[in-house]
Every structure is written in C-alpha cells, then in structure tokens.
C-alpha cells in the first residue's frame, strides 16, 4: 500500500519518546484526582474486595461440584457453599457499583477543574497567541480532552488494573491449587497478549494522533468559513471552501483507514493469542481428569476462571486502546495549558494606584517581530484629566499605543506609567480595571443587547445601564425593536449595524467608568449626524478622565488638548489643532485632504446628513 505524503511511518525512537509524553499526561492528572484521596483509597478498597470475591467464586463452584459428586454428600454442606457462591456473586458486582458511584465525584471534578484551568489559562495567554491561533481546533481539542479525562481514568483505574491483578491472582491459585504448567500457560498467556496489544497499539497511535490533528484542522477550517459566511458570499468562493474542507477530510479519510486496517490486524492478533491459551488450559484439565489427577470440580473451576478471566481480557485491546486514546486527547489539552504566558504579573507586582490618571510613554521602541520594528522612541505625557489625540496614516503605529497601555504586549525599550508607576511592575487586573477601550473593530458576545451593555460592569443595576446607553445615543433604537433589550445580537454581534455595534461598545465602556479612556477610531463606524452627536458627549465625558483618541478622521480630534502625528512608528509633529495647522506641516496636508474629500461629498450627495449617500447612513 503507498502512502500518502502524510502518512508517518513507524519509528521506535519515537515510540519511546510517545510513551514518556504519554506517562507525563496521566502524571498531570495526578494532583486532580488526588484532591479527593479518601475516595480514591475507599474506591481502590472497593475495587480489591471485587476481584478478591470474583476470584473466589469459582473456587467455591469447584467445592460445590466434588461435593455433590461424592455419594454420601450431606445436603448442608453443598446449601452452605451454593449460599456462599451467591453471596460473592453480589458482593463481587455490588462492590464494583459501590466502587463507580464513590468514584464518580472524584472523576467529574477532575475534568470540571482540569476545563477550568485550560480556559482561565488561554484568557490568560497574550493577545499574540489569540491573533494566530484556529478557535476551531482549539474547541475541538478541549471538548476531547474533558471527555478522555473521564475514560481514562476508568479505563486505567477501574479496568486495566483489575484486570491485570486478577489475571495474576488466578495464575497463583492454579499454581498452587493444581500445578506450576497451569500457571505458566495463564502467565505466558497473559504476557503474549499484553505483548501484542501494547506493540500494535503504540504503532497505531500515530495514525490516531494524525487522524486527530487532521480533524481539528477540518474543524477549525469549517468553523473559520463559516463565521466568514458574508465574505465567502461577496467573492463566490462556497465551491472553493468546500473544495478546502473536503481535501482535510480526505487527507483524514486516508489516516483513518490506515487505523482501521491496523485495527484488523490487532484483533487478529489478540483473538489467536486467546484461543491458543485457552485451548492448552482445557487439553491440559481434561488429561487430568481422565488421568485422575484432576476431580470434575477441578476441570469445572478451570473453565469459570477461564471465562472469567478471558473476557474482560478479551477487551484488553479494547481498553488499551481507549487509554492510548484519550491520552492523546488530553497531552493535546494539556499542551494548552503548558503554552507559556507572554505578559507575566511581576513577582512582586502590586496593585495599580490611580490617584490621577497620568499616562507617559517614556523612549519606548517596540516591534511585534525582531525583523519589523513599529514604534521607535515614542516619549508623551497625557495629563491627569486631558485629552491627546494620535493621528497619523494606516499602519503608522496609532493602535499599538493603545495596545501596549493595555499591556497586550510589553515594550522592547523604553516604560509606559500611569501616576508614575511602571504598568510592567502593577497587576494587569489592576491596569486593566482602570483603562477603558472602545475598539475599531467591535466584537459582541451572541447574546442580547442588554447583556453586552451590562458585560462593561455585571454588577451594574438595570437604572445605570440604560443611562450607559441613553449617554452612547442608542436607547431610543432599543427600546423600538420588538424584543427591546432581549434582542440577541447574533454571532458576533452581526444582526446590529456597524454603528449600532460601536454604539454599543461605547455604552459599555461607558458603564465600566475607567479612570482611562482608549477611544481606537471610537466612531468610524457612524455616519456624520450620529458621530458629531456621540462626539459631543464622548468630549463631555473625557473632561473628568485621562483620555487616548487613536482616529483617522481628523475632525473628530480638533478639541483634543493635544494631537500627535504619527508617521512610520516616530512622532513627527505635536501640538493643538490650530498649532498644528500654523506649521503647515504633515496634520495641515491631512486636514486639507480630508476637508477636500468631505466638499466633494456635499457636491455630489448634497441631500444627505453631512453628504454622505444614504445607504451608508447607519
């Protein structure tokens, strides 16, 4: 058979390594399970007294047929001992539900925790990590990963180990209750088996783990299209998406045939290895009985710790597998949970102190790669309660500013301060407790309007978020749509026009009342009426607060106390408007463009709120 040019092929070097990484996962585990050690010890317990009254019960149907055998059997004895054997029958099954249902806390728990941990731990990885990473492969993999936690430790607590421990049990009892070759044949057996299974199994683990990339490639593909459904629309790409989708899952087809083939392979290896053990025990307590070395009883116990022991063997391959399984789930969980934080709290991090609101960037450089610097020098001071707006071309710098004050990245050179106090030395929930940010790009949870207010502060009365709102000039669309503030505004908030979305994250920012206030291109989204109105109010509110305008529209900074110029990451010009229209510089050339393009708007959509065409209007 060929193989695709994804198809790995088998390498023991990299079987060993596997088994470490697999030994690693389940050691992980560990501390989870052990929070609740007294059940665990009381479950164990449970388990031992299981297979110690399975292992007895046909111990006890062999006493029972020489019994009854024997012509001058009394009728108690053979009552007694048919009393016994079903007492051990309950207690063996009894004792393994016992087992489960003191167990079943200890199990949810651990994948509850173990969730909790992985999603508190990617809120906590950087905005970097966020940017590149396929939200539908990640789901994929914690969904997984919770349900193998749960299979695992069953499969390994509560089936391999039993199962091993009363193989090895049986194997003394017919050593020493018949002979050492019974015994050898149970021992040999079993390590023929395991052999086999543990072989073949850790050599199809690399078909499982490539199948498992591959479909959480698949997913997150189908989940990437999806939420660009509209942008998949304009440019008539469905046939090319599809064509993308169905070439990861042919590149899974291929993987998961390869496992299935494996599969075959394994079960053929474990049912012969099985039918051989069994055949040499029965040929073996047969010549014995017909010898007389053996009694009826003896050939009659064989055969009950044969079925007794061979079938849950029998799924040894089985659980074996489920256990290689989910162990590859969780390492892909757990290497969640291992990427490493890029902003990191200060060991000695204390909370940030706002007596004012001061801002200073002092000499910083930054770069999101070593290969493409973006900010060079940068040094400014937004008084406590003022208001300074940063202008500048498309891709000069503006938004890293507001990006690094939020500590989504840390500066290569130079400190940021707030009151005099480093943001690098301050918990980030203390820094980000006292910065607001109304983004360009507004991102809604798909929930109802009122929900998405109220996120800027859940603690918030109903009174304060509808002034939130009133303030941001969208109460009167609310309270007219027919659900009101029920309305769910869809995945991403896509329901909601562009300005009603920007409308409300600036509601919400509202109703946070950070002593800081980022406004990143805050209304770019609004037509001319609806931008001059929020405008006014958003220059009323920034009055009383230290206020960062990032804005390409230069019109809507005139009355900021000062106005940076941004060109390729260095400060070229500052001051006020009317300043920095005296220099004649690069803000005069900006503002006369722009004025320029607005004048030819009104020739041509003279009929339109600021001359804009109508359809454009939110």
């Known amino acids: 058979m060929s193989q695709s040019p994804h198809s790995p092929s088998f390498d023991p070097s990299e079987s060993a390594s596997a088994q470490q990484t697999d030994l690693r996962s389940i050691g992980r585990l560990f501390p989870y399970l052990w929070e609740f050690r007294g059940r665990v010890l009381l479950s164990l317990a449970l388990l031992l007294g299981a297979k110690l009254a399975s292992v007895t019960v046909p111990l006890v149907l062999k006493e029972i047929i020489d019994s009854l055998g024997k012509s001058q059997a009394s009728l108690v004895l053979p009552l007694t001992l048919i009393i016994a054997y079903g007492i051990l029958r309950f207690s063996s099954t009894t004792f393994a539900d016992l087992r489960d249902v003191v167990f079943a806390k200890v199990t949810q728990r651990a994948m509850r925790r173990v969730s909790m941990a992985v999603f508190q731990h990617l809120h906590a990885l950087s905005l970097r990590f966020h940017l590149e990473r396929q939200t539908g492969g990640i789901t994929r993999d914690i969904e997984r990963g919770s349900k193998a936690i749960s299979s695992l430790v069953g499969f390994l607590l509560f089936r391999i180990t039993p199962t091993v421990l009363e193989i090895l049990m049986v194997a003394v009892i017919l050593f020493v209750k018949l002979d050492w070759v019974f015994g050898l044949i149970t021992l040999v057996t079993l390590a023929a088996y395991i052999g086999f299974t543990v072989t073949i199994t850790d050599w199809r683990t690399q078909f499982v783990r490539r199948a498992n990339t591959l479909d959480s490639e698949a997913y997150g593909r189908a989940i990437d299209s999806l939420l660009n459904y509209e942008t998949v629309k304009y440019f008539g790409n469905e046939r090319y998406e599809a064509a993308r989708y169905d070439n990861s899952l042919a590149e899974w087809e291929e993987v998961a045939l390869q496992s299935q083939r494996s599969l075959g392979l394994l079960n053929a290896a474990q049912a012969g290895t099985i039918a051989i053990g069994v055949t040499l025990m029965i040929i073996r307590a047969a010549n014995g009985v017909l010898e007389g070395t053996l009694t009826l009883g003896d050939l009659v116990m064989v055969n009950a710790f044969l079925l007794q022991m061979f079938q849950p063997l029998s799924f040894l391959g089985v659980m074996y597998r489920q256990i290689k399984q989910s162990v590859t789930d969780v390492e892909r969980m757990f290497t969640l949970l291992l990427r490493p934080r890029e902003i990191e709290d200060a060991p000695d991090a204390g909370k940030l102190s706002v007596h004012g609101g001061e801002v200073t960037f002092e000499h910083v450089n930054f770069s999101y790669n070593a290969d493409r610097p973006i900010l060079h020098d940068v040094s400014f001071t937004i008084p406590a309660g003022k208001t300074l707006a940063v202008v500048g071309t498309s891709g000069a710098g503006k938004s890293t500013l507001a990006r690094l004050l939020f500590r989504f990245y840390d500066v290569n050179e130079g400190s940021i301060l707030i009151d005099g106090q480093d ?48 303030a941001a000039h969208i109460l009167t669309f609310i309270v007219s749509l027919p659900q009101g503030w029920e309305t769910i505004v869809g995945e991403r908030g896509l329901k909601l026009s562009g300005g009603e979305k920007q409308r409300v994250a600036i509601a919400r920012t509202l109703l946070k009342n950070p002593a800081i206030l980022i406004l990143d291109e805050a209304t770019s989204a609004l037509d001319t009426k609806t931008e001059k109105a929020i405008q006014a109010e958003l220059l009323e509110i920034a009055k009383n607060r230290t206020s960062l305008i990032i804005a390409h529209r230069l019109s809507t900074v005139v009355e900021a106390d000062e106005i940076l110029v941004i060109e390729a990451g260095r400060i070229v010009e500052r001051g006020r408007h009317t300043e920095l229209l005296a220099q004649n510089g690069v803000y005069a050339l900006m503002w006369a463009m722009q004025q320029q393009a607005e004048e030819e708007k009104r020739v041509d959509f003279p009929d339109t709120p600021g001359g804009q065409p109508a359809a454009a209007a939110d």
């Not at 109802?448 to 009133?470: C, H, K, L, M």
């Open 423 to 470: 943001i690098r030395r301050v918990t980030q929930e203390s820094l980000r407790a006292a910065i607001g940010v109304v983004p360009q790009d507004t991102v809604l949870f798909n929930d109802s309007i009122y929900y998405n207010i109220a996120y800027g502060r859940p603690s918030a009365t109903r009174d304060e978020v509808i002034d939130a709102a009133r």
